[in-house]
């Protein structure tokens, strides 16, 4: 037990021992390393006081004088004599006279060595650190411009998805009378379309816009009218499906991205996200067409509900239409978020310099 004791004591004086030389070492670094970190003007400008202030001490101090072959110095040759000294080059034609003088003369060359050798470490410091700085900002260059190749070539396949799910937004948000083309519905027969006067020409994905109302939805069981679509089918099915491209490619660009970068950008996604799970209600509303309603059917049910809508959407408690006023903040709130989305996308991809946030 003794021996044991002896021994625990012994190892703990042992660590305390290293702890503390470690600790000493540390501090003595650390002031090593303090005094490289000076800017070298600063060693410059101690190393030429030194010479005015020991000219002064061999010139006027008692016990200082020099001698100049037989004569005494004069003020102007005890700076020179300080200059030589100090560089220690010695040249002998000016002499200490006294022990206290050339003390005197031993010290300041001393300090000349040293100021010069600290000088130096300074220096090499300096060009070291700006060296080193100049390559961390060629790396943060090289990696910030990589970071905005991957988010130009994510981007650009999102925008393939994008443009297909503002059609279909559009198209859902959008009576057939309002939609370029005159368009007239015959509720007893098959559709019949007409030419309009002033036809569009262009893409009808850039004609959908978040001012709507839950009035120009009534359309949205009928088909899409687009050569590529099923006419059978209603055209908000085919928005559904253009949503989860969507919704999955923005997934896709937020980890390919690496929208840490642009934590802006990144929650305008995460919220179009969120959005599109909150208020897809779609399991209520696509069954609708297929639900007897009397006499009529479901779509059509719906169809009038929607046209006589009067106010804004509003959920109500234990209302069948709530599915379809999820629609419209769903479609409504993804639109405005596509847009922020687009604008800080842009912001990104023309900054040119490096933006403070990644200094």
């Not at 390393?33 to 030194?50: C, D, S, T």
């Not at 900002?137 to 910030?144: C, L, M, P, S, W």
């Not at 009534?218 to 989860?244: G, I, T």
Request: some cysteine; hydrophobic content about 45%; charged content about 20%.
């Amino acid at each position: 037990m003794q021996a044991h004791g002896i021994l625990a004591c012994g190892a703990a004086i042992d660590r305390g021992s290293i702890g503390s030389f470690a600790r000493k070492i540390t501090m003595k670094t650390d002031w090593i390393i303090a005094l490289g970190r000076l800017r070298p003007a600063y060693y410059a400008g101690v190393y030429f006081a030194f010479i005015p202030i020991f000219a002064g001490i061999f010139a006027f101090a008692p016990d200082m004088a020099l001698k100049c072959g037989t004569s005494a110095c004069s003020g102007l040759e005890a700076l020179y004599f300080s200059v030589v000294t100090i560089t220690t080059l010695g040249y002998g034609d000016v002499t200490p006279s006294g022990s206290s003088a050339q003390a005197a003369a031993g010290l300041e060359a001393l300090l000349g060595i040293v100021t010069i050798g600290l000088f130096l470490n300074s220096l090499s410091y300096a060009i070291s650190s700006s060296a080193q700085k100049a390559e961390a900002e060629t790396q943060k260059r090289a990696q910030y411009s990589a970071e905005l190749s991957r988010m130009r070539s994510f981007y650009s396949i999102v925008q393939i998805y994008l443009s297909r799910y503002k059609l279909y937004a559009y198209l859902v948000t959008t009576p057939f009378e309002k939609r370029p083309g005159v368009q007239v519905m015959n509720e007893s027969g098959p559709i019949q379309l007409e030419v309009p006067k002033d036809a569009f020409v262009g893409d009808l994905s850039t004609l959908a816009t978040t001012d709507f109302s839950m009035n120009d939805l009534r359309d949205l069981f009928r088909p899409s009218l687009m050569m590529s679509d099923d006419h059978k089918r209603p055209c908000v099915s085919y928005y559904f499906e253009a949503q989860d491209d969507l919704v999955q490619a923005i997934r896709e660009f937020m980890q390919g991205a690496d929208l840490n970068r642009w934590p802006q950008l990144s929650i305008i996604c995460k919220n179009l996200i969120e959005n599109s799970i909150k208020f897809d209600w779609r399991d209520a509303i696509l069954n609708w067409p297929s639900i007897p309603m009397g006499n009529s059917s479901g779509e059509s049910f719906i169809r009038q509900t929607l046209a006589e809508w009067d106010g804004a959407p509003k959920f109500q408690h234990s209302n069948v239409m709530n599915a379809f006023v999820a629609l419209h903040f769903l479609i409504k709130n993804n639109l405005e978020n596509l847009s922020l989305y687009e604008q800080k996308v842009q912001s990104a991809l023309e900054t040119a310099p490096l933006p403070d946030w990644f200094k």
